[in-house]
């Protein structure tokens, strides 16, 4: 079994920046891709950003690429989303999520259906 936990949401004026951490633990969670996704009121959860450990390999949405970063500290087992310029638009429930599956291609887990395990979800709030 694998724990996902996020923190460091919270409230932002537009314009400013927040940091999300995501710490997994359990057996072989260093070696699995992970992954960011969000979810607004009445809509539905989508792709942030993605990394994949085996190749370092990163992937953004259109919507926060230039702005938003993913990194990883394997010897913490945790991932980290650095968002910058925050816009109202970015309001919404951030969930970090694990995927299991070894990849031997370039694929890319984008999709809720690629991961397996899910943190809770830190709110974040960005102000006019």
């Known amino acids: 079994q694998v724990h996902v936990v996020e923190s460091g949401g919270g409230l932002v004026q537009a314009g400013g920046s927040l940091r999300l951490s995501c710490a997994a633990s359990g057996r072989a969670s260093s070696s699995y891709s992970m992954g960011w996704f969000r979810q607004g009121p009445g809509e539905t959860r989508e792709f942030v950003a993605a990394t994949r450990s085996s190749t370092d390999t990163t992937w953004y949405a259109n919507s926060v690429k230039g702005r938003f970063t993913i990194s990883r500290d394997s010897a913490k087992n945790t991932v980290y989303l650095q968002m910058n310029s925050l816009k109202p638009e970015d309001t919404a429930v951030y969930y970090c999520?694990?995927?299991?599956?070894?990849?031997?291609?370039?694929?890319?887990?984008?999709?809720?259906?690629?991961?397996?395990?899910w943190g809770q979800g830190t709110q974040v709030t960005v102000s006019s």
């Open positions: 999520a694990a995927d299991s599956t070894i990849y031997f291609n370039h694929y890319m887990p984008v999709a809720p259906g690629d991961y397996d395990y």
